[in-house]
């Protein structure tokens, strides 16, 4: 019998109207379901500390990058598998897993899937699974709010951004990396990449996987907006690397400063500021992901 403890966070963009339906998917012959009642976001971790003690042979976590952000330490404390189902808004860490965005499918992968060990990052302490931001990130993160995601859904995070560009100014940055010379630039944006998708679908660095050992760091100049707007397809395929103004860094650990001091967002929460230091905690977790899984960011799948 498989026990399977499931979590749905009721605020994710569809979690409060799935509840039942995700409950119908998983009452299949030889699963057993264990399901806690979740009210809030913050409620989670201390669900996972006190319920994974009854033997569950693997946590289902349903929501959105910011819900699994929100219990992740109580995740790598578990120390058994973790199915993800895709219930926010951009869902990039899923995308990054090659978890399909139908409930079918994820649940099939949460049933079915292959255990694979990944990466998890860490600034100034804190973990995260997927992408920090420093510049453009956090001030898109401020505007996305609830309202606006629901209203809009996908489109809210080039409204964000729109936005967030309008208010945003160049700041500059030292940086250091293993082995490297420390380098200093002038920039609007950064991203520390465990993995390879994030923003709704932009990507730090096409060679990024969750489960490498590195993190990849990517650095905007600053840039008029037409430009911007102009060059923002090829972000989505990870093209903008050899551009004459972005920078790219691969490292285990980095060091970075700005001037002035600037807020960090990761997972699509604020969650520190500079100066900071980030860090990888190699195969820190254990997900469950598609059997067959082409150009998803993840090795050997």
């Known amino acids: 019998m498989l026990k399977c403890l499931l979590l749905i966070n009721p605020r994710s963009r569809s979690g409060g109207d799935v509840q039942s339906q995700v409950q119908r998917l998983f009452e299949q012959p030889g699963v057993e379901l264990v399901g806690r009642k979740v009210h809030a976001p913050e409620d989670l971790a201390e669900l996972l500390d006190s319920s994974v003690g009854r033997d569950a042979?693997?946590?289902?976590?349903?929501?959105?990058?910011?819900?699994?952000?929100?219990?992740?330490?109580?995740?790598?404390?578990?120390?058994?598998?973790?199915?993800?189902?895709?219930?926010?808004?951009?869902?990039d860490f899923a995308h990054n897993?090659?978890?399909?965005?139908?409930?079918?499918?994820?649940?099939?992968?949460?049933?079915?899937?292959?255990?694979?060990?990944?990466?998890?990052?860490c600034v100034n302490?804190?973990?995260?699974?997927?992408?920090?931001?420093?510049?453009?990130?956090?001030?898109?993160?401020?505007h996305l709010t609830s309202?606006?995601?629901?209203?809009?859904?996908?489109?809210?995070?080039?409204?964000?951004l729109m936005s967030a560009y309008r208010e945003a100014r160049p700041f500059r940055v030292r940086l250091e990396a293993e082995e490297q010379h420390?380098?200093?630039l002038r920039c609007i944006h950064l991203a520390i990449g465990n993995g390879r998708y994030y923003g709704g679908g932009a990507i730090v660095n096409h060679p990024?996987?969750?489960?490498?050992?590195?993190?990849?760091?990517?650095?905007?100049?600053?840039?008029?907006?037409?430009?911007?707007?102009l060059q923002a397809p090829l972000f989505g395929f990870g093209?903008?690397?050899?551009?004459?103004?972005?920078?790219?860094?691969?490292?285990?650990?980095?060091?970075?400063?700005?001037?002035p001091p600037k807020h960090i967002s990761a997972d699509g929460e604020i969650m520190s500021n500079t100066p900071a230091t980030f860090e990888l905690r190699p195969q820190a977790l254990s997900i469950l992901v598609p059997r067959i899984n082409r150009g998803a960011g993840i090795r050997g799948v």
């Open 182 to 184: 420390a380098m200093r």
């Open 239 to 259: 093209w903008h690397r050899p551009a004459p103004d972005a920078v790219a860094i691969v490292s285990r650990e980095l060091v970075v400063e700005t001037d």
């Open 125 to 142: 302490g804190r973990a995260f699974l997927n992408v920090a931001t420093i510049g453009l990130g956090p001030e898109v993160t401020r």
């Open 97 to 121: 897993l090659g978890i399909p965005s139908d409930l079918d499918g994820a649940t099939t992968i949460a049933l079915t899937g292959q255990e694979r060990r990944i990466d998890v990052g």
């Open 147 to 160: 309202e606006l995601k629901a209203r809009l859904g996908f489109l809210s995070y080039p409204r964000a």
């Open 208 to 229: 990024a996987r969750v489960d490498d050992g590195l993190l990849h760091l990517s650095a905007l100049r600053p840039r008029p907006l037409w430009r911007l707007l």
């Open 57 to 91: 042979d693997r946590i289902i976590i349903g929501g959105g990058d910011g819900t699994l952000n929100a219990c992740l330490p109580a995740l790598m404390r578990a120390q058994i598998p973790v199915a993800v189902l895709p219930l926010g808004t951009a869902n």
